[in-house]
């Protein structure tokens, strides 16, 4: 499985050759499920593979999807689907895996519990990747942009205000270890409390903010200590 047949038919095209692609790959791997793969990289044109494939599924940055799409669907014979979060494309259905894909491959449990997010009055999951038992939803084709910047707030922003706090407070001593039960427990709070905000911001405690606040002086984070700050006075 993954590479592309010569003479029989495709089910299921993966095109890409990034991370996403990669997991993907395994998952269905995992799963037995026949698939194969294209890439730019690939020796054989994309023409005479794409004219075999049932299902094609764009794995590419979002930026690239309109324009594969204008210069390679060739007609409604066959499903043409993409699983960027903030596009919605009049040619082609999106499902997007609400998930953080790092550079290793997860293992099967993993990957069946992650959800994904679809477009209603579009294609399900169901029929845009059959065969797989993941949980499923549908929002407006024009609300996906909202849900992306908030999947990108909660993932990329989090990871980033982590990479910031443990480079921080290495410089200070602390090994990295030290961080962990704090990380651990804050995702747990996150998962099974409806308040699991602690600290300053929920105290109200204006001396201990502006402190904080004075020690981050020359730090680009000190703006988003402010704006944390703001949004917690206006509430979630």
Excluded at 91 to 103: E, I, N, Q, S, V
Aim: charged residues 25%; glycine residues 8%; aromatic residues 8%.
């Amino acid at each position: 499985m993954g590479q592309v047949p010569q003479t029989e038919g495709i089910p299921l095209l993966l095109v890409g050759n990034g991370r996403l692609a990669r997991h993907l790959s395994r998952y269905l791997e995992l799963e037995g499920i026949p698939f194969a793969t294209w890439s730019r990289s690939s020796a054989i044109p994309f023409a005479p593979v794409r004219d075999r494939a049932e299902r094609i599924a764009l794995l590419i940055s979002d930026d690239a999807i309109e324009a594969f799409l204008d210069r390679h669907r060739d007609d409604d014979r066959r499903i043409w689907f993409h699983c960027s979060g903030s596009l919605s494309s009049p040619t082609a259905d999106g499902a997007h895996p609400l998930m953080t894909f790092g550079p290793e491959p997860y293992d099967l449990a993993t990957y069946r519990r992650v959800a994904f997010v679809c477009e209603r009055d579009r294609r399900s999951l169901s029929e845009l990747l059959p065969g797989l038992s993941n949980p499923s939803f549908a929002i407006e084709p024009a609300d996906k942009p909202l849900y992306h910047a908030l999947c990108v707030l909660a993932g990329n922003g989090t990871t980033l205000l982590w990479q910031r706090t443990f480079s921080g407070l290495e410089a200070l001593g602390l090994p990295r270890a030290a961080l962990l039960p704090y990380l651990e427990q804050v995702a747990l709070n996150l998962a099974t409390s409806s308040d699991p905000l602690t600290g300053p911001l929920v105290r109200g405690d204006e001396g201990t903010i502006r402190r904080n606040l004075d020690a981050l002086a020359d730090d680009p984070y000190r703006v988003v200590y402010r704006a944390l700050a703001g949004a917690r006075m206006e509430g979630p």
